[in-house]
C-alpha cells in the first residue's frame, strides 16, 4: 500500500462540532459508525459502583481516528456522580468473535494500561481525586474489508465491540431520593460524533439512626513514623511522621469541609519555622492552625475529603524543643494522635443545625488514631558550679554582718547561712536565698540542708528570673529525706531563688532558719528562646554581670527593726519591715497620751534624736530628703545641708538596731537601751515602757488594736 502524508485542512480534519449530536461528513447506512446504550437508568444508594454499557459498531474497511469522552454531572465544585474506570465489556462474558475484524481493540486487555486514557477534572471542580470527564484515546482504530464473503458466512458481531463505564455515586447534597442526574457519552469515530446519555437515580431511605450510625463518613488515617523502626529520637530532634488519609470500605459519607486534627502530648511539638507540614492534595489550599502553643494542628481541607480521595500527608515535629520532661526520665513513648472532624450533607435531620443555622454541626469523621516513637534524654544532672558564692549569692535577710552569717555559706559545708529570728508564719514569706547561675541554665533538681538543732526549710518554693529584679513564682516542693528538691518538671533560669515555706518544729526563739550545703544541678540550654520566663519585657533581657548585694542585715539601722527615744517628752520612735508592703514603716509612742501614732509612708528610718535641737530627725528610702519632728505627730522637711552638724553632734542619739538575735541574747546579753535613764527598754518579746508591755513582735496584734500592740 502506499501511504500519502498531507496536510490538514478544514475541508480533510476529523474535528467535529461538539454540539451536534451526529456530523456527517460522510454517507450514513450500514457503512456509518453506530453505537447503542444499554443502561439507560442507573439506580442505587451512596456510594454505590454501577456499570454503564456502550455498544459499538464500526463500518468494515475503515482506518479512523477514534476517542470516547465521557462526562459526569457536577455542582458546587463537587462531583455528583464520580467517573472511576472504563473497560471492555462483554453481555456473555465470552468474547468469542466480536470485534475480531477490528484491529486496535482487544477485549482480553485492561484499557487502563494499554490505552490512552486520561481522568481529569473540569474548570469547575475544586475537590481532590474526584474525575467528572474521562477520556478513552484509541489512536486509529482500522477494519478489515469483507473481501466479497457472504454475510451468512462471517460472525455478524466481527465489526463490534462494547464498551463499560464505572461509576460511584457521591454523597452530593443534590442527591437527593429518586432526582435524575445525567452521565454523558460522546463518540468520537472518523468525521462523527454520536451522543448518549444515561440517568443515575439515587434511592436515599437511610433513617435518622442510619445516617448518625451507619450511612456516614468514616475515614482512616493510617498514621506512620518514617525511618528505622527501633530509632531513638532525642530532644530538639525532628520526626517525620507521614499519614494516608481516605474512606473506608464501608465508609458511606464523605466529609465537607473537612479537618484533620492531630494532637501532640506535651514533650512533642510542632515549631513553626522549623517544622513542616505538607500534603498531596490537589483541591482548594489546606489551611493550617498551629494551637495550643504547637500542641495541636488543624489541617483543613476546604473542599472537602470525597470517597475517591487518598491524601498524602507528611508532617515533621519536635522532640520535646522546650526541655520539658521531668527529672529522671530516661526515656520515652512519645504518643501523636489523629482523627477527622468536618462537615456533612444533612439527612433524617442530621447532623442538627448549630445554634439555629444556618451552618450545621461538625461531625466526628474517623476514629483516634495514634503513632508512637521512642525518645531518649542525655542526663542534665550536673552539678552546677558556683565561681564565686560570695558576690553570686544573696539572700532576703542575714542575721548580721559576721562573716558566720553570709548568705554565701549556703554553699559551703561547714558554715550556714543564718536568718533574723523572727515569729509569725508570715515572715517566711520573705525569707529567701538566691543565686546567681550567670547564665540561663535548665535547673532539674536542688539540694540543700540545715544544722542539727536548727530551724530548717520543710517546703520550699523555686522562683526564677532572667533579671534578678523580677521574679516568677515557680513550683513549690518538699525538701526530701535525701536533702533533695526534685522539680515536677525542668526549670529554665539565670537566677533561682529558694523561698522558705514551711519549717520545722524546732523552737523558733531559739534558733534561726539556717541553711547550708546547697547545690543546684542541671545543664547549659543552647540560646535564650528555649526560656519560659514572665511575660514581662524587662525579663527577656540578659544581665552581663552580676547584681549588687542588697541583702539587708537585721543589725542594719536603717532597713531594718530600729528604735531612738525623744528624752525630753519620752516619744519613742519605731520602724520596722512592713509585713506587706516593700519598705518599712515608722511610728511613734507618746507616752502621755499612750497612743501609737503611724507616721507617713514616705518616712522610711529613723536618724536619731538630736538633743541640742530637740528634734527627731527621719529620711526616705532615697537617703536625699530629710524630715524632724518635735511632738511624734507633726513631720517637717529638713534642709540637707544641716544634717551632717545635726548627727556629728555629741549628745545625738543615733537610732538603734533590735537585730533578729535568739531570745537569750537579746535579753540577757543584749538587752537594749536608748540611753541609760531611758523608761523603754527593748528585748526579745517586745518592748515595755517602766516595765509595761507596749509592743510585742509577736504575730498576734497589728498597730492600733485594742492592746496597742503591733507585730
Known amino acids: 500500500f502506499t501511504l500519502k502524508v498531507v496536510e490538514e485542512t478544514s475541508e480533510n480534519s476529523p474535528a467535529s462540532d461538539p454540539n451536534n449530536e451526529i456530523t456527517a461528513v460522510e454517507t450514513q447506512g450500514l457503512n456509518s459508525p453506530r453505537t447503542h446504550l444499554h443502561d439507560r437508568d442507573i439506580t442505587g444508594r451512596i456510594r454505590d459502583t454501577a456499570q454503564i454499557r456502550y455498544e459499538i459498531n464500526l463500518p468494515p474497511g475503515k482506518i479512523m481516528k477514534t476517542k470516547f469522552t465521557f462526562e459526569a454531572p457536577q455542582s458546587k465544585g463537587r462531583a455528583i456522580v464520580h467517573l472511576k474506570s472504563v473497560f471492555f465489556w462483554n453481555e456473555d462474558n465470552k ?7 477490528v484491529y486496535g481493540v482487544d477485549p482480553s486487555v485492561n484499557i487502563a494500561t494499554a490505552y490512552n486514557v486520561n481522568c481529569s477534572k473540569s474548570e469547575e471542580l475544586n475537590t481532590h481525586m474526584q474525575c467528572d470527564r474521562l477520556q478513552l484515546d484509541f489512536g486509529y482504530i482500522t477494519t478489515l474489508a469483507d473481501d466479497g464473503w457472504p454475510n451468512s458466512v462471517l460472525p455478524n ?3 463490534m465491540f462494547y464498551i463499560g463505564l464505572e461509576i460511584e455515586i457521591s454523597d452530593h447534597p443534590l442527591l437527593t431520593n429518586n432526582k435524575k442526574h445525567q452521565v454523558k457519552a460522546f463518540f468520537d469515530i472518523g468525521h462523527l460524533r454520536r451522543k448518549e446519555i444515561s440517568f443515575v437515580f ?7 439512626y442510619e445516617r448518625k450510625m451507619t450511612f456516614r463518613p468514616m475515614l482512616e488515617l493510617n498514621p506512620t513514623v518514617e525511618g528505622l523502626p527501633d530509632t531513638d529520637y532525642r530532644p530538639g530532634e525532628h520526626v517525620m511522621i507521614q499519614s494516608i488519609v481516605k474512606h473506608k470500605p464501608n465508609s458511606l459519607g464523605e466529609g465537607n469541609p473537612a479537618v484533620v486534627r492531630i494532637i501532640l502530648e506535651k514533650f512533642t511539638k510542632y515549631v513553626e519555622g ?3 507540614l505538607t500534603t498531596n492534595y490537589t483541591g482548594d489550599t489546606p489551611e493550617i492552625l498551629v494551637l495550643q502553643d504547637g500542641h495541636q494542628l488543624d489541617l483543613k481541607f476546604p473542599t472537602g475529603i470525597m470517597f475517591p480521595d487518598v491524601i498524602k500527608i507528611n508532617l515533621t515535629v519536635t522532640v520535646d524543643p522546650d526541655n520539658r520532661r521531668p527529672v529522671g526520665l530516661a526515656e520515652y513513648k512519645n504518643t501523636v494522635k489523629m482523627l477527622v472532624i468536618g462537615g456533612m450533607v444533612p439527612h433524617a435531620d442530621y447532623p442538627k443545625l448549630k445554634g439555629g443555622g444556618p451552618d450545621y454541626m461538625n461531625s466526628i469523621l474517623s476514629s483516634y488514631e495514634i503513632v508512637t516513637f521512642m525518645s531518649v534524654y542525655p542526663e542534665c544532672e550536673e552539678e552546677i558550679q558556683i565561681i564565686d558564692r560570695d558576690k553570686q549569692v544573696q539572700a532576703s ?18 558554715l550556714s547561712w543564718s536568718a533574723p529570728i523572727r515569729t509569725g508564719s508570715m515572715w517566711l514569706d520573705d525569707l529567701w536565698l538566691q543565686i546567681d547561675l550567670m547564665k540561663v541554665m535548665k535547673v532539674s533538681k536542688v539540694h540543700l540542708d540545715s544544722p542539727a538543732a536548727s530551724v530548717a526549710p520543710k517546703r520550699v518554693r523555686i522562683d526564677i528570673s532572667n533579671t534578678g529584679t523580677h521574679f516568677q513564682k515557680g513550683p513549690e516542693a518538699t525538701i526530701r529525706f535525701d536533702k533533695f528538691i526534685i522539680l515536677p518538671e525542668p ?3 539565670r537566677f533561682i531563688r529558694i523561698v522558705v515555706i514551711t519549717t520545722n518544729d524546732v523552737t523558733v526563739n531559739l534558733k534561726p532558719v539556717q541553711i547550708f550545703d546547697v547545690q543546684v544541678f542541671g545543664c547549659a540550654v543552647n540560646s535564650i528562646g528555649q526560656v519560659d520566663l514572665a511575660n514581662d519585657q524587662e525579663n527577656r533581657t540578659i544581665v552581663p554581670a552580676t547584681l549588687v548585694d542588697r541583702t539587708v542585715s537585721s543589725t542594719d539601722p536603717t532597713k531594718y527593726r530600729h528604735i531612738t527615744e525623744d528624752t525630753d517628752r519620752n516619744i519613742l520612735y519605731l520602724c520596722d519591715i512592713n509585713p506587706y508592703r516593700p519598705g518599712m514603716s515608722c511610728y511613734s509612742f507618746i507616752s502621755t497620751e499612750g497612743k501609737w501614732i503611724e507616721l507617713p509612708s514616705y518616712v522610711n528610718n529613723v536618724l536619731g534624736y538630736s538633743l541640742k535641737r530637740g528634734r527627731a530627725y527621719f529620711q526616705d528610702k532615697s537617703g536625699e530628703t530629710y524630715m524632724s519632728s518635735t511632738n511624734g505627730r507633726k513631720v517637717e522637711v529638713t534642709n540637707p545641708s544641716d544634717i551632717d552638724e545635726v548627727i ?3 549628745t545625738f542619739l543615733k537610732a538603734k ?15 537594749i537601751q536608748i540611753h541609760p535613764s531611758s523608761v523603754f527598754t527593748v528585748g526579745y518579746d517586745g518592748i515595755t515602757m517602766s516595765g509595761v508591755n507596749l509592743i510585742s513582735w509577736t504575730p498576734c496584734c497589728a498597730a492600733g488594736d485594742e492592746n496597742g500592740r503591733r507585730r
Open 491 to 493: 526549670i529554665f533560669t
Open 274 to 276: 522549623s517544622d513542616t
Open 157 to 159: 458481531d466481527r465489526f
Open 95 to 101: 468474547f468469542g468473535s466480536s470485534g475480531s475484524s
Open 202 to 208: 439515587l434511592t436515599r431511605k437511610e433513617s435518622n
Open 397 to 414: 535577710y542575714r542575721m548580721s554582718m559576721e562573716l558566720d552569717h553570709a548568705p554565701g555559706n549556703a554553699l559551703t559545708k561547714n
Open 648 to 650: 556629728n553632734d555629741a
Open 657 to 671: 538596731s533590735v537585730p533578729g538575735y535568739d531570745i537569750k541574747t537579746m535579753d540577757q546579753t543584749s538587752r
